[in-house]
């Protein structure tokens, strides 16, 4: 049985949309539902909620948590980047509300057949969706040296990036790296003990990588920034410098300034969390996963 998924930054989501008039929201992260109820129960106006999730499992957990408002939920099996195309299909032109909260659920890391953990011995898969092709298990056994120890870097901070990866291809040459428990084996006596498992940013990186998350952030915001009607609000939350940085300079492209007087002011956003919104030490003591979670919050304006 998985421990449920506790929403990070709960009351500071449902504060962004407080005031608009949301007809359909957009929230490109289903996952358990948990800001979804929040913003349903705070937007009685709502008509439509499109809950979009690449991973079919989080709608079996989100159809219990949104059973009240089943009416108004549509539950789309998809990446929250493929936005535009959601929207023409079910002939939507714009929407008032876009909420994404990156990175995995606790149901993805208590599975662990997934292989998103450290924890266990599942095999290194990482896919939020299933029947994509890519698995942790390909890039570990098949990319090159210097390109593992990129995304370790990249992706995960991880300084022995380079003697990860040069372990990791030593071993491989003798016999592939089938699950989590034989990566972390190769990667516990390089990094060695610490505050965190010596194994996650390596996960982490991995995990990124994977599901193309940094690529799907910067497309899934410029679409959204395109879809949001005036006075309609996007809000971010992320849990990784690099996504965070994705967000400030998505938002600051579009942002509007003194210059763009005007008709260009149309289109243009608001940015309204200058500095981004983070947990309360008492949200981090109860729920350790939102230590690192960032929420920035921009709205469209114009008319
Ligand atoms: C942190 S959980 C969301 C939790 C949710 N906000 C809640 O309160 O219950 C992240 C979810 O987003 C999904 N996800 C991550 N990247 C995605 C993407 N690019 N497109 C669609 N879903 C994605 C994951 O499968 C996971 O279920």
Known sequence: MSAPHISVL???????????????????????????????????EIVRYIGCDRDPRAHEEA?????????????????????????????????????IDVGVSSMQLDERERGFSFRGDGPLDMRMDPSASLTAENIVNQYPEAEIA?????????????????AIVA????????????????VEPIVGRGPIHP?????QALRIAVNDELGELERGLEAAIEHVSPGGRIA?????????????TAFRKHEWREAKRGREASGSLKILTKKPAIPTAEEIR?????RSAKLRIAEKIGG
């Open 10 to 44: 709960l009351r500071e989501v449902v504060q962004a949309f407080d005031g608009v008039e949301i007809k359909t929201f957009f929230d490109g992260t289903l996952g358990a539902g948990g800001h979804a109820r929040a913003i349903l129960a705070t937007h009685p």
């Open 63 to 99: 159809l219990k948590t949104l059973a009240p408002w089943r009416e108004k939920v549509e539950f789309v099996r998809g990446s929250y980047s493929e936005l535009p195309d959601i929207l023409k299909e079910r002939e939507i032109g714009c929407i008032q509300g876009f909420l």
């Open 150 to 166: 990129r995304i370790l870097f990249e992706y995960g901070e991880e300084r022995r990036s380079r003697q990860i990866a040069k």
């Open 171 to 186: 071993i491989r040459k003798k016999r592939p790296i089938r699950t989590a428990a034989e990566l972390v084996k190769i």
């Open 199 to 203: 194994a996650t940013r390596v996960f």
């Open 236 to 248: 971010v939350i992320s849990f990784h410098s690099l996504e965070d940085r994705i967000a400030k």
């Open 286 to 290: 109860a729920n350790a996963r939102s």
